[in-house]
């Protein structure tokens, strides 16, 4: 059976249902004349982000602002008694789940991540064309913070990278990728050091990274 209850902050004007539905609710607006006029309430359209997830649009005193369906669900019908920040898919939509009730519940961002089949959603989604093409576009050419036109970088985005031997400065290149030529050290090891290590998420954790075969790499210039 369908229950329907009031959106939060918007009583009176929309209401969501246990089913993932959100519709608007009758009322009377002033019209151009000055004059009371009732808009009769209906099922909102929704739309789907570049994520997948479902939301609608809801307006109050003039300012529109996107609500995504699940978390209307999830803050009406399911008690968040330990305060947890995310609303997990049980079974994923790309998966065929929905944004009923049953197939909601409220997680920390590891419970979220960890549901085995938000994971293979998300590898699904790291190995498909359209994420290798959205990729491939944004750091195409000039894009690319390494990319080289005519022997030269493009300064405005490549970050400049410093070696160092025993605390002393013994070298300075343009990029990490400049390094790596010069030198003939990995790319992603030189990187690593400078960020000062990587997040393995094997392990889930932080992994400190602070030489490259006996360099210290850095992005700053250290004292």
Same mark, same amino acid.
């Given at each position: 059976?369908?229950?329907?209850?009031?959106?939060? *902050?918007?009583? *009176?004007?929309?209401?969501?249902?246990?089913?993932?539905?959100?519709?608007?609710?009758?009322?009377?607006?002033?019209?151009?004349?000055?004059?009371?006029?009732?808009?009769?309430?209906?099922?909102? @359209?929704?739309?789907?982000?570049?994520?997948?997830?479902?939301? +609608?649009?809801?307006?109050?005193?003039?300012?529109?602002?996107?609500?995504?369906? %699940?978390?209307?669900?999830?803050?009406?019908?399911?008690?968040?008694?330990?305060?947890?920040?995310?609303?997990? %898919?049980?079974?994923?939509?790309?998966?065929?789940?929905?944004?009923? +009730?049953?197939?909601?519940?409220?997680?920390?961002?590891?419970?979220?991540?960890?549901?085995?089949?938000?994971?293979? +959603?998300?590898?699904?989604?790291?190995?498909?064309?359209?994420?290798?093409?959205?990729?491939?576009?944004?750091?195409?050419?000039?894009?690319?913070?390494?990319?080289?036109?005519?022997?030269?970088?493009?300064?405005? /985005? $490549?970050?400049?990278?410093?070696?160092?031997?025993?605390?002393? /400065?013994? *070298?300075?290149?343009?990029?990490?990728?400049?390094? $790596?030529?010069?030198? *003939?050290?990995?790319?992603? %090891?030189?990187?690593?050091?400078?960020?000062?290590?990587?997040?393995?998420? @094997?392990?889930?954790?932080?992994?400190?990274?602070?030489?490259?075969?006996?360099?210290?790499?850095?992005?700053?210039? /250290?004292?």
């Amino acid at each position: 059976m369908e229950e329907w209850r009031d959106i939060e *902050g918007y009583e *009176g004007l929309y209401q969501v249902s246990n089913k993932g539905r959100v519709k608007s609710l009758d009322r009377y607006v002033n019209n151009h004349w000055g004059k009371q006029q009732l808009i009769k309430g209906k099922m909102l @359209k929704q739309y789907i982000n570049e994520r997948g997830y479902s939301y +609608v649009a809801l307006c109050k005193n003039g300012t529109i602002k996107g609500a995504l369906v %699940h978390r209307l669900v999830a803050e009406s019908f399911i008690p968040n008694l330990e305060g947890k920040p995310c609303i997990d %898919h049980i079974i994923p939509l790309r998966d065929g789940g929905t944004n009923n +009730v049953e197939n909601l519940r409220w997680c920390t961002f590891k419970e979220n991540t960890n549901n085995p089949r938000t994971l293979k +959603v998300m590898k699904e989604w790291a190995n498909s064309d359209d994420n290798r093409k959205r990729v491939s576009e944004q750091f195409k050419g000039e894009k690319n913070p390494n990319y080289y036109k005519k022997g030269k970088p493009n300064l405005a /985005l $490549a970050r400049k990278v410093y070696q160092y031997k025993n605390g002393e /400065l013994v *070298g300075e290149y343009v990029s990490a990728s400049e390094a $790596a030529r010069q030198l *003939g050290f990995s790319q992603g %090891h030189i990187s690593k050091c400078c960020n000062g290590g990587f997040w393995d998420y @094997k392990k889930n954790k932080w992994i400190n990274y602070t030489q490259c075969r006996g360099y210290k790499f850095s992005y700053k210039l /250290l004292n």
